[in-house]
């Protein structure tokens, strides 16, 4: 019954942004964390961004290489996570993950503790 269900990704020139969504269905986004994971062609996955939620507040987290760059938001009316990309560089061509943990993780990005995965939507940024 929950599942999560990424959209917006695809091809853009370096410089370009996208905004990536991640839709929840049958899921809380209360005294939850979520976040965004990629995997680039032949290499290991990866943590992007992080929200641990609560009643009335959010704590969010960014690795260093999307610092600046992308940003967190959330539309709980549609039970919607939002990723917006800005100044994109080929580096960040990957497939992109949503993932949702149980309750708040120890540790930012810990992947054993995220249970509940997207398929994943595919970004592309071209030189």
């Known amino acids: 019954q929950v599942q999560l269900v990424e959209s917006g990704g695809g091809s853009v020139q370096a410089g370009g942004s996208l905004r990536l969504s991640c839709a929840a269905s049958g899921f809380s986004y209360n005294r939850y964390c979520m976040g965004w994971f990629r995997q680039p062609p032949g290499k290991e996955r990866e943590g992007v961004a992080e929200?641990?939620?609560?009643?009335?507040?959010?704590?969010?987290y960014y690795a260093d290489s999307v610092k600046g760059r992308f940003t967190l938001s959330r539309d709980s009316a549609k039970n919607t996570l939002y990723l917006q990309m800005n100044n994109l560089k080929p580096d960040d061509t990957a497939l992109y993950y949503c993932?949702?943990?149980?309750?708040?993780?120890?540790?930012?990005?810990?992947?054993?503790?995220?249970?509940?995965w997207g398929r994943g939507t595919q970004v592309t940024v071209s030189s």
């Open positions: 929200i641990c939620t609560g009643t009335g507040f959010a704590r969010t």
């Open positions: 993932a949702a943990a149980p309750e708040w993780v120890a540790n930012p990005f810990s992947l054993s503790e995220y249970n509940l």
